[in-house]
């Protein structure tokens, strides 16, 4: 069984900072790539961040400049440091995990709340 744990969600006023850290354990040997999405209320979920062996990186265009994904893996955990934060990306957050370098996501968070306060 494999477990991933979101953490780091919270309220921040626009122009703040938070960081999101994401761990994947249990009956897995290792992740080739791992992400963050997110999801408002009303809107489809959306890819953020993304983060494959390499390590080769990707954001989504209203992000860029803004976060920054990062991932230890030794400790098969991935982050997402966001700063410059608008109401814009007031969502819940999840982490997605995958052992393949593209394809489907097989694993997912139980998601985080983010609230930027204008």
């Known amino acids: 069984q494999v477990q991933v744990v979101e953490s780091g969600g919270g309220l921040v006023q626009s122009g703040g900072s938070l960081r999101l850290s994401c761990t994947v354990s249990?009956?897995?040997?290792?992740?080739?790539?791992m992400g963050w999405y997110r999801q408002a209320p009303g809107k489809q979920r959306e890819l953020v961040a993304s983060?494959?062996?390499?390590?080769?990186?990707n954001y989504t265009d209203s992000v860029k400049g803004r976060f920054t994904i990062s991932r230890d893996n030794a400790k098969n955990t991935v982050y997402l440091q966001m700063n410059g934060l608008k109401s814009e990306d007031t969502a819940v957050y999840y982490c997605?995990?995958?052992?393949?370098?593209?394809?489907?996501?097989?694993?997912w968070g139980q998601g985080t709340q983010v609230t930027v306060s204008s």
């Open positions: 997605a995990a995958r052992t393949t370098r593209y394809g489907r996501w097989d694993y």
């Open positions: 249990g009956s897995i040997f290792s992740t080739n790539a």
């Open positions: 983060i494959r062996n390499g390590p080769t990186t």
